[in-house]
Each structure stands twice: as structure tokens, then as C-alpha cells.
């Protein structure tokens, strides 16, 4: 059973910037997808930003390009962080964001395991 813990939500003021972690315990194989979704208040939960933890590729919504980095820790093959870097955020960027995981490269097609979900909240 794999484990996700995320940290780092906040409140920051628009143009400001935040990181979110998420550490994963539990996985059997490091052949997996780790990365990102965040939900708004009477929306779906959309795709944010994902990376194939062996190959190191990084793949991000549109929405994000350019302002959001994905990243990740390997502290030993049983336990590792992915990080969100969020840079110029917007208000439009307010959601609960949470942490996904999946084994193979599917891109977080359907993930198995997520995490607790963290509020980022973005003033204008």
C-alpha cells in the first residue's frame, strides 16, 4: 500500500509563490508516475503536473507551463518526494491540491493512490 503525505499549502498574495511536497512510502517498484491534481469548489479535478520518477520527464497543463516545477527526492527506493514549485501564481490557481501516484507511465491516467490534499489560496 503506497502512502502520500503532502505538505506546503498556504495562503500567499498573487504573484507570490509556494511549494508543495508530497512524500511516498510503500511503493514495491520504481517504475511509477508521481505528481500533481487540484480541485476547485464545484469543479473536476484537473491534471496540474506529473513525473516518470526512473526516466526523470516531466510533463505539465497548459495552464501551468512556465510558472509551475515538478521535481523529486529519491532518498532510497523506499521512499521518495516530489515537489510542486509554484511561481506567479494567480488567483485562478486557489484549489485543493493533492498528490497522486500511479504505477507505470501512464501519466497519471488513473491513479491508484492520492494524497490528503492541501488548500492553496491565492488574494488578489
Known amino acids: 500500500q503506497v502512502q502520500l503525505v503532502e505538505s506546503g499549502g498556504g495562503l500567499v498574495q498573487a504573484g507570490g509563490s509556494l511549494r508543495l511536497s508530497c512524500a511516498a512510502s510503500g511503493q514495491t517498484s520504481s517504475f511509477y508516475t508521481m505528481g500533481w491534481f487540484r480541485q476547485q469548489p464545484g469543479k473536476e479535478r484537473e491534471f496540474v503536473a506529473a513525473?516518470?520518477?526512473?526516466?526523470?520527464?516531466?510533463?505539465?497543463?497548459d495552464s501551468v507551463k512556465g510558472r509551475f516545477t515538478i521535481s523529486s527526492i529519491s532518498r532510497d527506493n523506499a521512499k521518495n518526494t516530489v515537489y510542486l514549485q509554484m511561481n506567479s501564481l494567480k488567483p485562478e490557481d486557489t484549489a485543493v491540491y493533492y498528490c497522486?501516484?500511479?504505477?507505470?507511465?501512464?501519466?497519471?491516467?488513473?491513479?491508484?493512490?492520492w494524497g490528503q490534499g492541501t488548500q492553496v489560496t491565492v488574494s488578489s
Open positions: 497522486a501516484f500511479e504505477y507505470g507511465s501512464n501519466w497519471l491516467g488513473n491513479p491508484a493512490y
Open positions: 513525473t516518470r520518477w526512473i526516466y526523470g520527464s516531466t510533463r505539465y497543463a
